[in-house]
C-alpha cells in the first residue's frame, strides 16, 4: 500500500469518525489535530485501535507518543514505520 493511499485512508477516517458534517477544506497533511481539539485522548485511543486493525501494527511493539498522531503527516509516518512489509 502506497503512502498517498494510506494518508486518504486516514484522512477518510478522520474526517469521518471526528468531523462528519465539519467543512474540512482546511484539514492538510500539517494541520494540528490536538491543539485545535479535533482529538482528544479517546480519538487517540480510537485511531491507535484503527491502525493496529487496518495496518496490523504490532500494538505491543510500538513506541509512540501523541505527536504521533498531531497530524495526518505524522500519523502517516507511523504507519509506514511501523507496518508488516505485507500490508
Known sequence: MSSTRIADEVRAYVVA??????????LTGDYDLIESGVLHSLGLVR???HF???YE???DDLDFSPDDFRTLDS???LVLAH?????
Open 47 to 49: 485511531l491507535l485501535s
Open 52 to 54: 493496529t486493525e487496518t
Open 17 to 26: 469518525e471526528f468531523l462528519a458534517g465539519e467543512d474540512t477544506s482546511d
Open 57 to 59: 501494527l504490532p500494538v
Open 75 to 77: 500519523m502517516v509516518a
Open 83 to 87: 507496518r508488516p512489509a505485507t500490508v
